[in-house]
């Protein structure tokens, strides 16, 4: 019956208008996109850094709440980017179109998590980076969320939580991420430090994102569970757990982030964690889970399970 009520409830799209006010964002399980914007579209790229196949907007009507965007500045824009490869989105049409989404069912809410993607060592443009996206996020005013160890659902309602791995300036709201990892085994001591009170959470994190082998496709798969059970184990944890990476040769060079590449790791990792996650009741939530290619079943004969995870990570919340 209740696997029945989630699967409505994920079809009428209003999933997160049915978790109760008091419910800790901390403690629900949230499906999310891994370099979001690639659904729209490059530039150009021949197939490298492509790791979704819906735009933003279907993604969201999926079920998605959680977007990984990676802006930096271009002229008078601020575009998104997968590395040096530019979407045919800009940071703000993103934005606008979670809050066309918002405006449309302000009982839902979405979280987005932020980096500079390119230049990130060069000091200028850090500053110029830092300085437009806070001014951005600020204009937003209160539909920006500030960020707080216990913020609940219905303080975000309406609403788009900023999490950054590059610091912006000039703003209150969000947090920034202090001790992101890219290990193969993740980490548990990383921090989200609100922006307006200085409060912290602690933060699991998991983004091993280059599995080369079978070896390390099966770790990755391993810190994907790990992480799960260490979340669900403690309600006011946050953890941000990636699904994504890639596993790929490409003219014979070694982990070039191909589209087959993302696709060969999300076929076998997608099988995994749906094995995993099953019919058990996950209390305390599982988390954010990034992935790739949400809402794709099979594609170019790699059977990639994507609207499945969604639907699993959403019905998790209602079991």
Request: hydrophobic share 40%; glycine share 12%.
């Amino acid at each position: 019956m209740l696997l029945f009520l989630a699967q409505v409830l994920y079809a009428q799209n209003d999933w997160l208008t049915r978790i109760d006010d008091k419910t800790p964002v901390a403690a629900l399980s949230i499906p999310g996109t891994h370099n979001s914007a690639t659904g729209n579209g490059l530039v150009c790229g021949l197939g490298i850094g492509v790791t979704q196949q819906l735009t933003i907007d279907e993604q969201w009507e999926l079920g998605v709440r959680a977007f990984d965007l990676r802006p930096d500045i271009k002229g008078d824009n601020i575009n998104i980017y997968h590395g040096a490869m530019r979407a045919r989105v800009t940071f703000a049409q993103a934005i606008e179109t979670i809050f066309e989404k918002l405006d449309a069912a302000p009982g839902e809410f979405a979280v987005v998590i932020l980096r500079q993607e390119r230049f990130a060592s060069d000091f200028r443009k850090r500053e110029m980076w830092s300085d437009a996206v806070g001014r951005y996020i600020a204009s937003l005013g209160d539909r920006a969320a500030v960020f707080g160890p216990v913020l609940t659902v219905g303080e975000m309602r309406g609403k788009i939580l900023f999490l950054t791995r590059s610091q912006y300036s000039g703003c209150e709201k969000g947090a920034y991420i202090r001790g992101w990892s890219h290990a193969e085994g993740g980490t548990d001591d990383a921090l989200i430090v609100s922006y307006g009170n200085g409060g912290e959470a602690r933060l699991s994190v998991q983004d091993f994102y280059s599995p080369l082998t079978a070896g390390k496709q099966r770790a990755k798969l391993v810190s994907i569970l790990a992480h799960i059970e260490h979340k669900a184990a403690d309600g006011l944890l946050w953890s941000i757990n990636y699904l994504s990476g890639y596993s790929s040769l490409l003219l014979g060079i070694d982990g070039v982030p191909s589209k087959k590449g993302y696709m060969r790791n999300a076929a076998y990792v997608h099988s995994g964690f749906l094995d995993c996650l099953g019919e058990r009741d996950y209390g305390n939530g599982i988390g954010i889970i990034m992935l790739d290619y949400a809402g794709v079943e099979l594609l170019n004969g790699f059977e990639l399970l994507g609207k499945r995870v969604v639907e699993a990570v959403i019905e998790s919340n209602f079991r």
